[in-house]
């Protein structure tokens, strides 16, 4: 069974940092498609990264440039590095991942049971 744990979430103020974790059992990480989405107070979600097994990275428009995603494939992990927060990034975040970008694409990934961030302005 795969099982997915997200830490590093918590409470800033707008221009700081966060670095959220995502261990993952259950499978070879370094096989996997894995990515972060969230989920605002709206409950609008939008998949703000992903990194494939050769770290090839995607990134939304919203976050370009303050967000980057890692992985370390020795300890099962991905990194989502966090900085210049907006109030805007208020949200719950998950982490997915699948055994490979097929399952992904066909919405076979599996989920950890997400991390809070809220940024004050």
């Known amino acids: 069974e795969v099982q997915l744990a997200e830490s590093g979430g918590g409470s800033v103020q707008a221009g700081g940092s966060l670095r959220l974790s995502c261990t993952a059992s259950?499978?070879?990480?370094?096989?996997?498609?894995a990515g972060w989405y969230r989920q605002r107070p709206d409950n609008t979600c939008e998949l703000v990264s992903t990194i494939d097994s050769g770290g090839t990275t995607y990134y939304s428009d919203s976050v370009k440039g303050r967000l980057a995603i890692s992985r370390d494939n020795a300890k099962k992990a991905v990194h989502l590095e966090m900085n210049a927060l907006k109030p805007e990034d208020t949200a719950k975040y998950y982490c997915?991942?699948?055994?490979?970008?097929?399952?992904?694409?066909?919405?076979?990934?599996?989920w950890g049971q997400g991390t809070q961030v809220t940024v004050s302005s």
């Open positions: 259950g499978f070879k990480s370094g096989d996997s498609y």
């Open positions: 997915a991942a699948a055994r490979t970008y097929v399952e992904w694409v066909r919405g076979r990934a599996d």
